[in-house]
């Protein structure tokens, strides 16, 4: 593993890592505005998940200067990053989707926040839309929470409905996870705390990591005033039967492993019941892949529990306070109140 000393004395090192597979198409459009970051010090790392397109030969002939980290498989998201991070230097990581567009100033405001306070391991930018700059993506938005059932929800976006950006959420304050689109962690943290768990694979793992970063003492913060554009998608498209079986299998494991036990128990079987009713109510509709993919993903995940669980090797504070944490049902707010955004289900929480 490489050292994480900084490059020079003025400022930490932001090791900006794009983790690819099959995304010369993205790399050729977004590149131009990562490289143009004003940020002084900082290097640019594509990690490589074994990719068939000519990607690695795009980066050799075009950025010469980019740092290229060549897994052996593809590992996905969560692995992908744990194996290629390995070989990167850096004070602050950046775990930056190839999809995604950043101003030239986007660094520094984050860099500025997590400076200013030792308890911040993990923060994101405010994340829009790149194809309509004006509404906040879906990925993040402006930060994400979590409701008493582990139903992930964000500033701007609840489910499938995302806000116009007016503004409203543009200070910066505590959330309860971070996308994986735009994520600032301190690379330290990240190692200490065994990175991203590769059972996910990818979907939700960041909201797991950023769990642990919270049970561990740590603050994950938004900060509105960067601000990046997301395409989203790029991998696994909306509605896929892979990306539905891995969020509900994901989301399952990252409640026990998170939880204290008793907690778990009950909210995870409150959990089944109520994926059952969404998976009946989308093979009515047609959409038996779906009720599929959430059948397989409880037959998964009781297999996890059985045969694959282990503890954390670093001891959580179970009593630590969760912030962006929601003690009620989004679910029930939403689908039962008709309430549309993060304003009207949380309140005035900036």
């Known amino acids: 593993m490489r050292s994480f000393a900084s490059r020079n004395m ?9 983790l690819n597979w099959n995304g010369r198409k993205f790399l050729e459009q977004f590149l131009p505005s990562v490289q143009a970051s004003t940020w002084t010090n900082k290097s640019i790392v594509v990690i490589d998940n074994a990719s068939t397109d000519d ?14 980290v060549r897994n052996a498989g593809n590992y996905g998201f969560a692995k992908g990053y744990n194996e290629g991070l390995k070989e990167v230097a850096g004070d602050y990581y950046v775990l930056l989707n190839s999809d995604v567009e950043v101003a030239p100033g986007w660094i520094e405001p984050v860099m500025a926040l997590m400076e ?11 994340l829009l839309e790149y194809h309509n700059k004006a509404v906040f993506e879906y990925a993040g938005a402006a930060g994400g929470w979590l409701d008493y059932l582990g139903y992930p929800f964000a500033k701007g ?13 543009d200070t910066a304050a505590p959330i309860f996870w971070a996308s994986g689109a735009a994520m600032f962690v301190r690379a330290k943290l990240y190692h200490q705390l065994g990175g991203l768990d590769p059972f996910f694979f990818a979907h939700q793992e960041e909201i797991d990591f950023c769990w642990r970063v919270q049970l561990a003492g740590y603050q994950v913060y938004a900060c509105p005033q960067s601000v990046v554009y997301h395409v ?6 909306k509605g896929n039967s892979r990306k539905v079986f891995l969020n509900f299998r994901n989301n399952l494991i990252m409640m026990a492993k998170n939880m204290p036990a008793g ?4 909210k995870i079987l409150y959990r089944f019941w109520l994926d059952a009713i969404s998976a009946v109510k989308s093979l009515l509709a047609g959409e038996g892949t779906y009720f599929v993919a959430v059948f397989k993903a409880h037959i998964a995940f009781i297999g996890w529990l059985l045969f694959k669980r282990k503890q954390s090797i670093f001891p959580a504070d179970k009593s630590a306070r969760l912030q962006g944490y929601l003690h009620k049902s989004v679910v029930y707010s939403h689908f039962v109140k008709g309430k549309k955004t993060f304003a009207e289900i949380v309140g005035n929480k900036s």
Request: charged share 10%.
């Open 55 to 68: 990607s690695i030969a795009f980066l050799q002939t075009h950025y010469p200067q980019v740092q290229i």
């Open 116 to 126: 200013s306070d030792a308890s911040i391991g993990v923060c994101q930018p405010k």
């Open 232 to 237: 989203g998608g790029g991998t696994l498209p």
């Open 263 to 266: 907690m778990a128990t009950w």
């Open 157 to 169: 976006r609840i489910f499938d409905v995302n806000e116009t950006d007016h503004g409203q959420y």
């Open 10 to 18: 003025t400022q930490p090192l932001v090791s900006i890592v794009i």
